[in-house]
């Protein structure tokens, strides 16, 4: 069945990805048709009602700075916020926010519903509508072909997901939704590469049957953490979570159960996260650990609902209920639904350009889990570019491609262009080098010329950010001006600024600086925090800057699509099919595919620079 | 230094000495290389049938079809040979007629001349080895004693390159607990405890001074040592260089000032290669080209790395005292024993010889020895440093590791630990070529002859 509707851009999935691609198009002034089985389910939390988190937090202050939604969404959901690793240095801190699952949802919703230009209709894409090797359009389960200029893919776990619990599985999506079956296989006959994937999810727990006095309570900041700017002005009520642990009783019964688990009789055939196993891989793996942490974190505010983190599980129903019924607190505990795992199908993001475009298929983009990410941050960042980039392509212009020096999220489309997926990618502070440079705290400044050039926040906040940064270097000459009284000795303050336990945020700091100082740290703390980490950080800041200057160069010797690495044979031969398979866009991106030696660069370096 | 594409040409050069020889070698390498040497031979089809790594007696034939030379040709089949590339080597007479007449014909068929050090280049791109295995060819081609060779061998089989691949190694483990500490902060235990991390920061950091101290080995085995004689005129510094030679090198004569001009020799001791200079006698109040003369053996002494300052012992003990800033490697010796006096001589607190009896040169060879060689003399088998470049990069990533040091003494933060230890594995990997600039290839493979 044809329809007449003819858009600029078409968005198959409303998941974290979805949302923020057909959002970000939608503004950029696209017309735009988000594509989803269940309109009423957007940007559901499939897992762990939380976002943020180590260096997930950055993803999402980076696509708040640049215009993205998940920011604001999870500010007006928050009902507990932290900033994590704060035993750790400013560069690594993190926001974590617990969201009210519900209340998630349908903020997210209503903002959709807000964006002039952006359709939505339910169905489940079962093909591509192709014009040559470009994708233009999509056809429903239904019948329906919708036309469009550009199509981002985000089908989440969808795609051919098959749901396991013990012994029994089932075709789903997530537990009780249908998976999307079809558009998988389509894209796997059109050519594209294909792996099967697997996560897990922990059992959702009634909090009613819980007793909390026998668990640690963990409560909010005091502070307010925010991810967005301008924040909201109220915050949620905030409610607690809970510390308990396994015990040696409750490793018994996992193992009891273990040949009746998906994961270990061989049903489960998809490659799962390492970092974050399920409980039954943490008790094989770690034998020697007597206990494992879990958090019982709450779902919502007007909900008794628990999910309990660090139980992911796909052991069957009753040996989950009796070895969660061992855990301090949870000796009577009703399980309102058991963990399962979902295995899923997803394309090797080495398939796609920096722009997250196809190769193969011009104008199709795919965004999220299909690329073998995991985690919302990760599927929304990626459904951000792939927007923007949409857009963009439609309006003849280049496409935004973040550096590795830029963003966490320029680390994220990096990693997933240019390394093979061996489990479900999870961003990681460990993955950014320039992790100095890429704080949670600077995201918005450091992020201002690239948010200009998308063209999504309004200009009262570029020029906010302008005069923050203006606030920051004035306030920096302070801090270099300045000499305070320590200990009967006169210090310069940048001298005294760079002790570790010492910060202006702190009362001792703050009392022995001028009047002038004080009046501009209260007038902006976050420029002041700013410039006091530039003081804090002095010399590595800089080195930091030499490296990304020596990366600058190599990714300035760009590599046409056109290269052909069979005619280079000085070039190992698993350089050389790795390159003439995945066509980096620069010698930078060439250098970290793995099977490219240092040697190799030097030969394409050389053999550049001789053009 | 090169200004083509090193995947496409095929680079012809002669291997051996120019000039008349027993034997010439001309090498070629690349894509084109075998089919290039078949050109040049009577029956193509054998050479272009021969196996890799055999060797096949060839006629090595003109345009007209005269035969040139009766040769052999050595086949070798990438990524098997030297270059890791196709590549053959011809065994001509060493007339340099026949060989000027083979190259033309390479030319001719398609190779073109290879640039100095372009066959080592190649073999480096090509992964054969890494940049110090690469730097240990030209060496081993250079070096001009036992000590040198020896050094340059062990290079070459990569004794440098293991230990600092295993020192890289250690830094870059640690590096990556620091970093998934990052993440996994909430895991109760530390991945590395602060304590076992200094430890292993300061045996780290120990090692690279043990290998930044080798530099004066393995520069002393690859250059061998400049040894300077010097003094106040006519005290015998010419007797005692002839002495130390064993030959009448440098003129002597009674008359003060007699060296203007340095001399220069080269000696092997012990397998040391050592240069020994005798300079002009140094004096305060010379005017004219003595003054000059003077100024001269003063930097001549400045450079060395030992001085042997001569005193003449029958002039007593008041007499000019060697330079200060040479103190560290400044031999006293006192010239004359056979004319002084016994008391003279036990007031001395050198070494007494007499450079004209020969008596004490033994010793002053010995002491010298003792004076530019380091603990444990030239043993050259672990994998010294022998470039500055590899010095300069060792003393950087030491810097990087007392950076670390003190950020856990102040306990500054792990971030910043973390990238501390990066840059020192980053720096200790530029030694072994890793993502190489241009211009440090070039400035590498500079150094070599062309052939090689």
Known sequence: ?611 | MRSNTPDEETIAALATPRGVGAIAIVRLSGPRALEVAAGLVRRPDKLRACATHRLLPVDIVLEDGSTLDQALCAVFRRPHGYTGEDAAEIYLHGSPYIVDRTLERCFALGARPAQPGEFTLRAYLNGRFDLAQAEAVADLIAAGSETAHRTAMAQREGALSRRLGSLRERLTRLCGLLELEFDFSDQEAPLVEPTTLKEELTSVDGELQVLEASFTRGRLAREGAVVALAGAPNVGKSTLFNALLGEDRAIVDATPGTTRDAVEAVVEWDGLVLRLVDTAGQAGHFQGPDRQASDRARIAARAADAVLWVWDLTKGVDQDPPPPELADRTLLVGNKADLAFRPQIAAFPGLAVSALKGHGVEKVKEAILRLVLPDGGLQTADGPLTRERHCEAVRRARDDLSRGLAVIRDDRGQELLAQDLREAATHLGEILGEITPDDVLNRVFADFCIGK
């Open chain 1, 1 to 611: 069945m044809r329809t007449d509707q003819n858009y600029d851009v078409i968005v198959v999935g409303g998941g974290h990805a979805g949302c923020e691609a057909a959002s970000a198009a939608a503004r950029l002034g696209c017309s735009v048709l988000l594509v989803t089985q269940n309109p009423s389910a957007l940007a559901r939390m499939s897992c762990n009602p939380a976002i943020g988190g180590l260096a997930k937090g950055h993803l999402v202050r980076e696509m708040d700075a640049l215009g993205g939604l998940m920011g604001r969404v999870t500010d007006r959901s928050a009902i507990q916020s932290r900033m994590l690793n704060r035993s750790k240095g400013p560069a690594v801190w993190s926001p974590r926010a617990q969201c009210d699952r519900r209340r998630y949802t349908e903020v997210m919703t209503a903002m959709i519903a807000a964006t002039p230009g952006l359709e939505m209709a339910a169905g489940e894409a079962v093909r591509l509508i192709l014009d040559g090797d470009r994708a233009a359009g999509i056809v429903t389960r239904a019948g329906e072909e919708y036309r469009g200029r550009r199509v981002i893919l985000a089908g989440g776990t969808f795609w051919n997901g098959l749901i396991h619990i013990g012994e029994w599985s089932r075709p789903a999506g997530r537990i009780h939704e249908e998976p999307a079956v079809g558009l998988s296989d389509h894209l796997a006959a059109l050519g594209l590469r294909r792996l099967r994937l697997k996560t897990g999810t922990p059992p959702r727990l009634d909090g009613r049957t819980i007793d909390f006095s026998r668990t640690d309570r963990q409560d909010s900041d005091p502070e307010p953490v925010w991810f967005s700017h301008p924040p909201p002005e109220e915050r949620l009520p905030q409610v607690p979570c809970w510390l308990t642990s396994t015990n040696a009783c409750t490793h018994e019964i996992l193992r009891g159960g273990l040949d009746r688990s998906p994961l270990y009789t061989g049903r489960i055939q998809g490659i799962g996260p390492r970092y974050c196993p399920s409980i039954e891989d943490k008790i094989v793996r770690f034998t020697d650990k007597e206990r494992h942490q879990l958090f019982l974190e709450p779902e919502g505010l007007d909900t008794d609902e628990y999910y309990i983190n660090g139980f992911a599980t796909s052991l069957p129903e009753d040996v989950q209920i009796a070895a969660l019924r061992t855990v301090p607190g949870l000796e009577q505990v009703v399980v309102n639904r058991p963990g399962y795992a979902v295995e899923y199908d997803m394309f090797p993001a080495d398939q796609l350009r920096p722009s997250l475009e196809c190769r193969a298929l011009e104008h199709l983009y795919l965004a999220g889990q299909v690329n073998g990410t995991s985690g919302y941050e990760e599927a929304a960042a990626q459904g951000f570019m792939a927007g923007v980039n949409a857009a963009r392509s439609l309006h003849g212009r280049d496409p935004v491609v973040l550096g590795r020096n830029q963003a966490y999220i320029g680390v994220l489309m990096d990693d997933l262009i240019t390394k093979v997926p061996e489990e479900p990618y999870r961003m990681f502070t460990s993955r950014a080098e320039f992790r100095l440079l890429l704080r949670q705290d600077n995201a918005r400044q450091r992020l201002l010329d690239v948010a200009r050039e998308i063209a999504l926040q309004p200009d009262a906040e570029i020029q906010a950010v302008e005069a923050s940064l203006q606030r920051q270097a004035q306030i920096r000459q302070v801090l270099e001006r300045e000499r305070v009284r320590v200990e009967d000795q006169c210090l310069p303050l940048a001298k005294y600024l760079r002790r570790p336990e010492v910060s202006l945020q702190g009362e001792a700091a703050y009392n022995l600086v001028s009047a002038e100082l004080q009046t501009l740290v209260r007038w902006d703390p976050e420029a002041a925090f700013q410039a006091e980490l530039e003081i804090k950080y002095d010399g590595y800041l800089t080195r930091q800057e030499a490296n990304v200057e020596a990366l600058r160069r190599l990714e300035a010797l760009k590599l046409p699509e056109s290269f052909d690495y069979a005619r280079l044979k000085a070039l190992s031969a698993e350089a050389r099919q790795v390159l003439q398979q995945r066509k980096p866009a620069t010698l930078g991106q060439a250098s970290r595919i793995p099977g490219v030696r240092a040697s190799d660069v030097t030969i394409i370096m050389v053999h550049l620079r001789r053009g």
